[in-house]
């Protein structure tokens, strides 16, 4: 498959993603290709650890296939969005309980599906150029790619910010909230993947990481903990009025374009994921969460609406079914987020 390389390189597994051209968006082949690879590499003596980075420079994986599923979608087919997101939940769960290694080397973007195939790692390597989010709200999505779990983890109330105003965390804003491990310049990346295959050791990452930075979220903790833990989003949008900081105006404009029925979706889910985020099975548990809302997202929610306005016609004018965050009515938000019954994910 041009899109993406998996191989064995001494005692390493080796997943490269080839689609530079598109930010190596996930398709769904792809995803099913990883799959394949991490089920055959996990009882294999001589495979020691998993490798996955990236061609180009401009990301790592700037998420899913959007363009198949919005053209899925108008058509008509709706099974194909659900067996698309069923699977690519399922390998997300996977690499999360991976009884191996598996080190993610990230530069540029890793945004939604990106986050899928990389956060969920046991070593997660950044650089001064990755630019990690998750801005599904934005498009009449939510969180997923078990994206709800990693934010209820992140600390304090930065969950609720990332995951509501899509806000990109740089290398070392990714360490603070939980979605890296290790930050190196980008300069080291080579060396850094070249003394993986040589050794097979993933625990090499912490011979690398000359990059004296500092994390921009760390200033904002408290403002960010005090308004994002109201209880509504109208307190949220109302906290974030008065500060009139750069982040703070920018995140109110963010809430502002964003699926009013997205965000209201996406803040149960994180505060769910919140309430056991290290129960055995809190990965599944938000993952199936996440399912309830894609599974009848381009039928009942924003989805098609927000591709069409960011990606396909890109007038960044959406038409949402809400007319604001006030305007939400609580059904609608627990018809999204009901219990699909025989439909349920299933691992």
């Known amino acids: 498959m041009s899109d993406i390389a998996i191989r064995t390189r001494g005692r390493v597994g080796h997943i490269t993603l080839q689609r530079p051209q598109a930010l ?3 398709t769904w082949d792809m995803a099913l290709a990883i799959e394949t690879a991490l089920d055959a590499w996990a009882d294999d003596s001589d495979v020691a650890m998993v490798l996955i980075d990236a061609e180009g420079d401009r990301a790592f994986c700037a998420g899913g296939d959007l363009q198949a599923l919005y053209d899925s979608g108008r058509a008509g087919d709706l099974a194909y969005g659900r067996r ?14 991976y009884p191996k290694p598996y080190v993610a080397l990230c530069q540029g973007f890793v945004m939604g599906g990106g986050v899928g195939i990389a956060c969920h790692g046991s070593h997660r390597v950044v650089d ?70 040589e050794t097979g050791e993933a625990d090499r990452i912490h011979e690398f990481g000359s ?16 308004v994002f833990a109201a209880p ?31 965000l209201q979706c996406a803040l149960r889910m994180i505060r769910a994921a919140r309430e056991a985020p290290d129960a055995p099975d809190a990965m599944a548990q938000a993952l199936r969460r996440e399912y309830r809302f894609t599974a009848r997202c381009m039928a009942q929610g924003d989805f098609l609406e927000g591709i069409r306005a960011q990606i396909v016609d890109k007038d960044r004018r959406p038409r949402w079914r809400h007319a604001g965050l006030d305007a939400v009515p609580p059904e609608d ?10 439909h349920e994910l299933a691992f």
Request: aromatic share 4%.
């Open 24 to 26: 190596n968006a996930l």
């Open 84 to 97: 698309f997101w069923a699977d690519e939940y399922r390998l997300n769960a996977k690499i999360a309980a």
């Open 128 to 197: 001064e150029t990755t630019q990690i989010a998750m801005p599904e709200c934005g498009i009449g999505l939510i969180p997923d790619v078990g994206g709800s779990l990693l934010l209820a983890r992140a600390a304090g109330r930065l969950g609720e910010y990332l995951g509501l105003t899509g806000a990109r965390m740089r290398g070392m804003d990714a360490v603070l909230a939980g979605f890296a491990d290790r930050m190196i310049g980008s300069q080291e990346r080579p060396a850094l993947a070249a003394r993986l295959l």
């Open 211 to 226: 990059c004296d930075a500092s994390a921009a979220l760390a200033d904002r903790r408290d403002p960010i903990d005090a």
């Open 232 to 262: 509504e989003l109208t307190g949220i949008t109302a906290g974030l009025q008065p500060l009139e900081t750069g982040w703070s105006q920018e995140a109110l404009t963010a809430l502002g374009h964003a699926s009013p029925l997205s």
């Open 333 to 342: 938000v627990k018809a999204m987020l009901a219990p699909l019954d025989r």
